[in-house]
């Protein structure tokens, strides 16, 4: 992962615009196939400790707390490059899947299901198999 002189001062997280929670929405792109994997938030802290580390580290809203992506199921995100957006207000992180899996269903990525009309139905229609039960993935 490139980083510059600013990494070790912070300035660079100032060029983040958060919302009024300090939060900033994070996508995850697998660096070899180019799918969007899984989307999340990150804060300052999950920000600066992804950078020192070179794993995804994002903020769980529902836990408020800083969630290690893998942590628990093993499939950690070696980041290989952060983006920031045009308007410095959405985070592109450019990551390696370890495991191929980023979903907490046992999917390659968190966006398995398709919108598709079927004989006149508009219908959510899933398209990515469970690769691992998620019962084997979390204790």
């Not at 980083?3 to 060029?15: K, N, P, V």
């Not at 495991?99 to 999917?107: E, L, N, P, S, V």
């Amino acid at each position: 992962m490139d980083t510059t002189s600013s990494a070790d001062t912070g300035e660079w997280l100032d060029s983040i615009l958060y919302d009024e929670n300090g939060l900033v929405p994070a996508i995850a792109q697998e660096v070899l196939t180019n799918k969007v994997v899984m989307f999340a938030f990150m804060n300052r802290e999950s920000l600066a400790e992804t950078l020192a580390t070179g794993n995804a580290t994002y903020w769980s809203r529902s836990r408020k707390r800083l969630w290690r992506k893998g942590e628990e199921s093993g499939h950690v995100q070696k980041v290989r490059e952060v983006r920031l957006d045009c308007d410095g207000d959405v985070v592109l992180l450019r990551i390696e899947q370890i495991g191929g899996i980023a979903c907490h269903t046992g999917r390659e990525r968190c966006f398995y299901r398709k919108l598709q009309t079927v004989d006149g139905q508009t219908t959510w229609v899933t398209t990515d198999p469970v690769l691992k039960d998620p019962e084997h993935i979390y204790k």
